[in-house]
């Protein structure tokens, strides 16, 4: 009768045991789940695509590629940014996650949104910070199909501060100056004094931007619209370069 008791009080604990044990891993799993965010078309949007962040003048860029993999700690997914990302505040950025409208938050450890990007057409998004201005962000093959041609570029144009005021008049020439990818200027008589004291000699494509080289510094311009280039970084005093 002992012997049965015994067995008896043995199975009840070990039966104890495994609910207990089946109870810890329904709430790690439950845990898990809880962790890992749902993943909408949104989301799968971003991934399996090569993105940049870039600051309004375009010096400051950052290639970032997400994943819909769970960020560690819960909350939100991993990103990578690349090693050669030079905005300074992407770099306390751990994961990213999605808000109510499908806002894109970039956060740090804390969850404490870095960057909040709202989708401002297809393809582009838009944050700013106080105090820094906007940031954009958009696949890099949409900007490498933004990215002007030398053949585009050649022939007459004039340098303006504003539209009915020309500063000077030049000619973008095919002529290669010896630097790859490098072309002379041909600059009119005639030049406002600061454009000659400038003393532009020749000019280039870097990316999206047109820059210039004077005979001490260069200038550099970014396109904002066919005809129209505009002297970064941009001021509301701005220098125009127009074709004609």
Do not use: H
């Amino acid at each position: 009768m002992a012997t049965r008791l015994i067995m008896a009080t043995r199975l009840i604990i070990a039966s104890r045991l495994m609910m207990g044990v089946a109870a810890l891993v329904l709430t790690a799993a439950s845990a898990r789940a809880q962790a890992t965010p749902p993943v909408s078309d949104f989301a799968k949007d971003l991934v399996g695509t090569a993105w940049e962040i870039s600051n309004s003048d375009r010096d400051k860029r950052c290639p970032v590629t997400f994943s819909v993999d769970p960020a560690p700690g819960g909350g939100g997914f991993k990103l990578e940014l690349d090693p050669a990302c030079t905005i300074v505040p992407l770099k306390q950025v751990v994961a990213w996650m999605l808000g109510p409208k499908d806002e894109l938050r970039l956060v740090d450890s804390n969850k404490t949104p870095v960057f909040e990007f709202a989708e401002v057409e297809s393809g582009i998004l838009e944050a700013e910070r106080k105090g820094e201005g906007l940031y954009f962000m958009q696949t890099q093959a949409a900007l490498k199909a933004e990215i002007r041609n030398p053949d585009q570029l050649f022939g007459e144009w004039q340098i303006l501060r504003e539209l009915d005021k020309p500063l000077c008049r030049l000619t973008l020439s095919d002529a290669a100056s010896g630097a790859e990818n490098t072309y002379k200027i041909v600059v009119k008589p005639g030049c406002d004094a600061r454009i000659a004291a400038f003393g532009p000699t020749t000019w280039r494509l870097d990316r999206e931007q047109l820059v210039l080289t004077g005979r001490a510094s260069t200038w550099r311009f970014t396109e904002s619209d066919p005809t129209t280039w505009e002297r970064t970084p941009l001021s509301t005093d701005p220098l125009l370069l127009m074709k004609q």
